[in-house]
């Protein structure tokens, strides 16, 4: 049933408490039926407050005050007052707690002609603040020769100034709400309201330093000066924020210990009136004098500053105290400033910083962190900083404090494209509007966006910052999709302009002469961009560059044509230095190719592939050399299809053994297998970079090509002996290879088996096959300009102990005799892959009861297999790795999958044929349908071996070595999120924390099926 008393219509204007009717009804605003005559738009504006109840509360308070009848006058005339009055109310109770308390301040926002012309200014909020405290605003600054002295000084000046100071942020506050409450009123735009804000800290800093110099009176010739530092010096503050600043002071001598006794003064007085002052990013930080002269200020940054000093520096500016110190002192450091960059290592100092920044936030409040996390609005601000140091030297446009101002220059200079820029500071405006809603709410330094089940906070912060809802959405639904929206966009183009901004006009750098004609980029002028643009090592890239396009060949001028496109696309690598070293070398090794330039300029795609390759991975420019032929590969069909790059596994196979058979002796046809085997491990590379092939195709594919190799050296050995063969010889694959589930840098694990023919012995077989078998490993293995087949073959009978070949009886009597349940795991994943196909067939006929045991495993076995499991974790894992991101042995890794499958084949592959598999995820695959394990918890397992698969293959991609532990940061954990198709310019973070939770979920599931930790609590006996 409706409530009669509140009704729909007030249901409809958002006024939902159960006295809201009453106190409307009181306040002469509301009836039963409606809104009183007259009283219409006083409803609509107080519906329209962010908080509609809050305001409703604190207008019930404030009727209670002595200016009630003439405030409530007014708000059915001034359609201004209106608006800003219950926008205010309804957007912080800090300011409507101060109006209350003060109602006479009401007409700072009534549509008085002091609020219309003119606007306030610097200017009038200082002589506002002076005369609260007793100055004379029309006297010199404090600080300076005869200057402004405060006659209201201690607790009472302090007092004064708390007071002057809120009124104007309620003034401010109400302006910048107005739109909220009333949209005809004008929209302050946010960098307004911050420079606002920051004019209002500068007359609050010069009240104080009247009150300090009255409370002290030092010498005459004592001058002192403040300068804006931060968010103040850029004239971009927020409504609560610490006010940074610098203390210089003249002459100094016996002078300096006044001069510190009024800077500290002055940060007291503000710090109880108004701010936080915070003087930390003086020379030596906390631990240097508060105050020092000109001077001291210059020598130490001369000799001793680092690089966060420098960009501190940026937005340095005088705010009060002695204009003329203010100004020598800016004229003084402000040259130095733009010198910084070409210290070493200035921008790796710079993104270090921004890094450490982020590793100081709690992991749980980064998704909600405007200022401070990723795609927040420190994000912007690093970015523009960083462009300005690199280019403001030379071009004194780029030098604002401003961020907003500087991003504008930049955009207008080149130096950020246009779209970017525009991107970038549409996406900071809305950031700061969010932050500086959320400080109003209760005048406390905050940048946190609620929680997201925090609707009510939500909805009030969307209403706050003028957001409707789409139609589609509500408003909490808008404000968090804006909300991922900016934040991404931010982050990615911080990426972008941070770490690898795209250069512009890079086509004059592949033009630079030696000596920097005009209309060119000078070498110098060359190295800054390119050092902005991401190489680590500009000299280097630019001798690159020369070696590339100098001289008048063809080649070379073809280079110059070329290099513009390749770079743009190399700086969007994650190592454009490698990627250039790699290229000069392709192109120099290429010299005498004729098609090979030709290739590349006629074919976009194979260019633009070609440079994501070489500046991601290291493996590809190592295979690359002696292959080039697979760069014709790289081109797309008149589909965009890359035929070539995704060939069939099956039909590389033939090909391999048809060509090598065709080889005349043994060495030749292994280097032909060897080199065919580089050729088709750089195609497979190549397709799973550019995401042709998933993660499985590549594990078969590297599986199949290795069988084939084998194989067909063990043919090429073989057929070479001119004696009567007293055995035959099976090979039999193993681990990852018997899986198909080989990645890059995998040994072949193999067995070998031999059976005697013609009346030979055992010992005769063996000791031929032995001398075959190491041949094989020896022509693999050895030196070669492509890469060794290492051949393994440690899961042999008594492991490097036993015997390297035996014979089928002697397999059969070990595996009665003596096996471990460690072997017959192993054994689940043996396939003959090469050799004699009656003898390989023969030898999976012996295994088959020994890994699939018709009655499964007894319990003893089963705790043996998790004993050893455990162990492994345990002793296993390197020293100093992480277990959460260790491919191979950390948690939810491919250890942890692959044993839970082996564990389940043990058990039931006996009576279930179907389970009688080698590959881990065709094995469950089949648990899955036979009912042993869930839907849910195989899909988890699936995900958790994809993922460690494709990361430890991306691993191989970008280091061209092996290795299991995922890069902790980093240009390596850049290149290899890039390689697993994550964006480039991306956070590499968000690819760190996708395996997390992938491995996280996947381990959960081994813990309960593998480990039965579960069973166990359920039990109530120990997890583990």
């Given amino acids: 049933m409706v409530d009669r008393r509140t009704g729909t219509s007030l249901a409809r204007l958002g006024l939902t408490g159960s006295g809201a009717g009453q106190t409307l009804t009181d306040l002469g605003w509301w009836n039963d039926d409606g809104p009183v005559r007259g009283a219409e738009e006083i409803m609509w504006a107080l519906a329209r407050s962010p908080d509609q109840e809050l305001a ?44 209350i308390s003060h109602p006479d301040r009401w007409l700072l926002l009534a549509d008085t002609p002091e609020r219309r012309n003119p606007a306030p200014g610097l200017e009038q909020r200082t002589a506002n603040l002076l ?47 107005a739109a909220v409450g009333n949209p005809a009123l004008p ?84 710090g109880e009136a108004c701010f936080e002052v915070d003087a930390n990013l003086r020379p030596e930080g906390k631990q240097g004098a508060l105050v020092r002269t000109l001077d001291g200020h210059v020598s130490y940054y001369k000799r001793w500053a680092k690089t966060w000093e420098f960009q501190a520096l940026l937005k340095a500016r005088p705010i009060a105290g002695d204009p003329a110190l203010g100004r020598f002192y800016i004229d003084a450091v402000g040259p130095l400033v733009w010198h910084a960059a070409e210290r070493d290592d200035f921008v790796t100092d710079v993104q270090a910083m921004r890094r450490r920044v982020l590793d100081h936030i709690p992991s749980d409040k980064q998704e909600r962190e405007l200022k401070l996390g990723r795609g927040g609005l420190r994000d912007v601000e690093f970015a523009v900083q960083l462009l300005q140091l690199v280019h403001g030297r030379a071009d004194e446009s780029l030098r604002s404090p401003s961020t907003l101002e500087a991003l504008a220059a930049l955009s207008a200079g080149g130096y950020v494209g246009r779209d970017d820029g525009a991107n970038l500071a549409a996406s900071y405006r809305f950031l700061r509007l969010l932050e500086h809603r959320l400080q109003l709410q209760k005048l406390r330094r905050t940048h946190l966006l609620p929680a997201t089940d925090d609707t009510d906070g939500l909805r009030w912060l969307a209403r706050a910052a003028r957001i409707r809802s789409d139609g589609r959405r509500d408003v909490v639904g808008v404000l968090l999709a804006e909300w991922k929206r900016n934040a991404g966009r931010v982050s990615r183009l911080h990426e972008k302009l941070f770490y690898r901004p795209l250069l512009t006009s890079v086509s004059r750098l592949a033009a630079e002469g030696a000596d920097g004609t005009a209309g060119q980029l ?14 680590v090592s500009p000299d ?18 073809i280079q110059r044509t070329l290099l513009p496109v390749l770079l743009d696309e190399l700086a969007n690598s994650p190592d454009p230095d490698r990627g250039l070293l790699a290229y000069r070398r392709v192109s120099e090794a290429l010299a005498d190719t004729p098609w090979y330039l030709r290739l590349l300029r006629d074919e976009g795609a194979v260019a633009q592939r070609l440079m994501i390759l070489l500046g991601t991975s290291a493996l590809v420019p190592d295979l690359l050399g002696r292959a080039p032929e697979v760069l014709r590969m790289l081109a797309t069909n008149s589909a965009g299809a890359s035929p070539e790059l995704t060939r069939d596994p099956t039909e590389v ?98 067995l070998f088996v031999c059976e005697p023919r013609g009346g030979a012995t055992d010992h005769e077989a063996a000791k031929w096959s032995t001398g075959i ?90 705790a043996e297999i998790r004993r050893i499991k455990g162990r492994v974790d345990a002793e296993r894992l390197p020293r100093g790795a992480d277990r959460t991101t260790h491919t191979k042995l950390g948690h939810g890794g491919l250890a942890d999958v692959e044993w839970t499958v082996q564990l389940l084949q043990l058990q039931h592959a006996g009576d279930m044929p179907e389970l009688r598999t080698t590959s881990t995820l065709e094995g469950l695959r089949e648990a899955r349908e036979a009912g042993l394990i869930s839907m849910e918890d195989s899909d988890e397992l699936i995900a958790g071996w994809r993922s460690a698969t494709r990361a430890r293959n991306a691993i191989m991609l970008v280091k ?23 964006p480039a310019g991306g956070d590499p973070g968000v690819f760190t924390d996708d395996y997390r939770r992938t491995a996280r979920r996947a381990r959960a599931v081994v813990e309960r099926v593998f480990y039965g930790w579960e069973d166990s609590e359920k039990s109530g006996g120990p997890r583990r």
């Fill in 56 to 99: 409703l509360r604190a207008v019930e308070r404030l009727a209670r005050t002595k200016p009630w009848p003439e405030i409530e006058k007014a708000l059915h005339d001034d359609a201004g007052l209106r608006g800003r009055l219950f926008a205010t109310l309804g957007s912080s109770t800090a300011l409507g707690d101060h109006l």
């Fill in 131 to 177: 005369r609260a405290v007793g100055a004379d605003p029309s006297a010199p600054p404090p600080g300076s020769a005869g200057g402004a002295r405060a006659t209201v000084t201690g607790s009472d000046g302090v007092a004064a100034l708390r007071l002057a100071y809120r009124d104007e942020l309620l003034g401010l506050a109400s302006a910048d709400l």
């Fill in 187 to 270: 929209v302050m735009e946010v960098d307004d309201v911050a420079a606002q804000l920051a004019d209002l800290a500068e007359a609050a800093i010069t009240a104080a330093l009247a009150i300090a110099m009255a409370e002290h009176d030092p010498p005459d010739e004592m001058r002192i000066a403040v300068i804006g530092m931060g968010k103040c010096g850029g004239r971009e503050l927020n409504y609560v924020s610490d006010v940074d600043v610098i203390f210089v002071a003249e002459p100094g001598g016996d002078l300096t210990q006044p001069a510190t006794k009024i800077a500290s003064r002055v940060m007291r007085v503000a």
């Fill in 522 to 535: 000078s070498p110098d002028a060359a190295k800054a961009r390119l050092a902005a643009l991401g190489w």
């Fill in 540 to 557: 280097g890239a630019l001798g690159h560059l020369r070696s590339l396009t100098g001289g008048v060949s063809r080649a070379a001028a």
């Fill in 653 to 750: 196979a033939v090909a391999l053994r048809t060509t090598v058979a065709r080889q005349p002796t043994p060495e030749i046809a292994v280097a032909t297998a060897r080199s065919y085997r580089r050729h088709e491990m750089l195609r497979i590379a190549c397709a799973d970079l550019l995401g042709l092939i998933d993660v499985e195709d590549v594990c078969v594919a590297l599986s199949s090509l290795t069988d084939a190799v084998v194989a067909s050296t063990l043919d090429a050995v073989v057929s070479a002996r001119t004696d009567d063969p007293p055995a035959t010889i099976a090979v039999i694959g193993m681990g990852r290879l018997g899986g198909y589930e080989m990645s890059y840098g995998s040994d072949a694990d193999v």
């Fill in 773 to 862: 078998v190491e041949r094989v490993r020896k022509l693999l293995g050895s030196p070669s300009p492509d890469p060794a087949l290492p051949i393994d073959a440690d899961l042999r009978p008594e492991g490097r102990n036993g015997p390297l070949v035996r014979t089928l009886g002697s397999y059969r009597e070990y595996y009665a005799r003596w096996s471990e349940m460690w072997e017959a795991q192993a054994l689940l994943r043996a396939r003959p892959i090469a050799g004699n196909a009656e003898l390989g067939d023969a030898f999976t006929e012996l295994i088959d009861p020994i890994r699939y045991p018709s009655d499964g495993i007894p319990e003893k076995a089963v």
């Fill in 960 to 982: 061209g070595k092996p290795g299991d532990q995922l890069p902790r940061s980093g240009r390596e954990q850049s290149a290899v999120a890039a390689a697993l198709g994550y």
